[in-house]
Antibody, heavy 123, light 108 residues
Framework: QVQLQESGPGLVKPSETLSLTCAVS?????????WGWIRQPPGKGLEWIGT???????YYNPSLKSRVTISLDTSKNQFSLKLTSVTAADTAVYYC????????????????WGQGTLVTVSS | EIVLTQSPGTLSLSPGERATLSCRAS???????LAWYQQKPGQAPRLLIY???SRATGFPDRFSASGSGTDFTLTISRLEPEDFAVYYC?????????FGQGTNLEIK
């Protein structure tokens, strides 16, 4: 069973960069999965931020693309999110998640989720 | 860009009743890439359905889903107290993931 755990600052100042890391356990991030970030503002729905494939290829939500970078650190078996120039609108619970593409059929659904971490943007 | 619209926004039912949740896509989508999630308060979402109709591990057979093209449905045949939660549909296409806005299934 793949386990994911987010970590990073819970408070970020406006205009600064939000940085989060997702540690993956019991599975190598270098093989067969897609790794993603999803956020959820308080009381609202889910918003996909972006995904990185085990190959390092990235795809981002067009509405956030200019501010987002997702990267892999295979030496630490983790992947990271950077979101620049944050505002109060970026306040949300941030989830990391994994898409299991290790079988013949990849259904592009988020099979595994971290518990989420609340990031508040405030001065 | 595909938009997923879920209805109703809130569904108020009693335990034992049947729940029917809808997810409509703004254009025809592949059933292979339509999923449903269950989210309880304070918890991460949990994959419930993938490939439009396949139940994920750990969910009982009172949960079923179907659909194709632009219209997809999640059905809970007989509601149990633990089924009251928010349900989201999600689609993948052109390397992008999209979520519906969610249906809040609440106890009447």
């Amino acid at each position: 069973q793949v386990q994911l755990q987010e970590s990073g600052p819970g408070l970020v100042k406006p205009s600064e960069t939000l940085s989060l890391t997702c540690a993956v356990s019991d599975y190598s991030i270098s093989t067969d999965y897609h790794w993603g970030w999803i956020r959820q503002p308080p009381g609202k729905g889910l918003e996909w931020i972006g995904t990185i494939y085990h190959s390092g290829t990235t795809y981002y939500n067009p509405s956030l693309k200019s501010r987002v970078t997702i990267s892999l650190d295979t030496s630490k078996n983790q992947f990271s999110l950077k979101l620049t120039s944050v505002t109060a609108a970026d306040t949300a619970v941030y989830y990391c998640a994994g898409v299991d593409c290790s079988t013949i059929s990849c259904y592009e659904a988020f099979d595994y989720w971290g518990q989420g971490t609340l990031v508040t943007v405030s001065s | 860009e595909i938009v997923l619209t879920q209805s109703p926004g809130t569904l108020s039912l009693s335990p034992g009743e049947r729940a029917t949740l809808s997810c409509r896509a703004s254009q025809s989508v592949s059933s292979n890439y339509l999923a449903w999630y269950q989210q309880k308060p304070g918890q991460a979402p949990r994959l419930l359905i993938y490939g439009a109709s396949s139940r994920a591990t750990g969910f009982p057979d009172r949960f079923s889903a179907s659909g194709s093209g632009t219209d997809f449905t999640l059905t809970i045949s007989r509601l149990e107290p633990e089924d009251f939660a928010v349900y989201y549909c999600q689609h993948y296409g052109s390397s992008l993931y999209t979520f519906g806005q969610g249906t809040n299934l609440e106890i009447k």
